[in-house]
């Protein structure tokens, strides 16, 4: 079963930083798009950030200029910088790979935004 890993979620305090990690242990995904979502709680799961292959990204306009998404395709591994965080960005953060007709998901990670 392809799945991907995730870490790096935890609690921080408003204004604070984090940084999440997203591995590809099979290195399925290196040619292919990898994206990050969250699910605030109570809500559903949103688009967060998305990377190509090639390094080219989209960020959603909620998180602009203070997330930034990254990856590594020798270390097969996706980033996401988050800066200035705020309470709302409080949710679960998925990772998922889409290569073709192959798409996987990674099992999700807690960040917690609070005084």
């Known amino acids: 079963q392809v799945q991907l890993v995730e870490s790096g979620g935890g609690l921080v305090q408003p204004g604070g930083s984090l940084s999440l990690s997203c591995v590809d242990p099979r290195s399925i995904f290196s040619s292919g798009y990898m994206a990050w979502h969250r699910q605030p709680p109570g809500k559903q799961r949103e688009f967060v950030a998305s990377?190509?292959?090639?390094?080219?990204?989209y960020v959603a306009d909620s998180v602009k200029g203070r997330f930034t998404i990254s990856r590594d395709n020798v270390k097969n591994t996706m980033y996401l910088q988050m800066n200035s965080l705020k309470p709302e960005d409080t949710a679960v953060y998925y990772c998922?790979?889409?290569?073709?007709?192959?798409?996987?998901w990674g099992q999700g990670t807690q960040v917690t935004v609070s005084s």
């Open positions: 990377i190509t292959s090639g390094g080219i990204t």
């Open positions: 998922d790979g889409t290569l073709g007709t192959t798409q996987a």
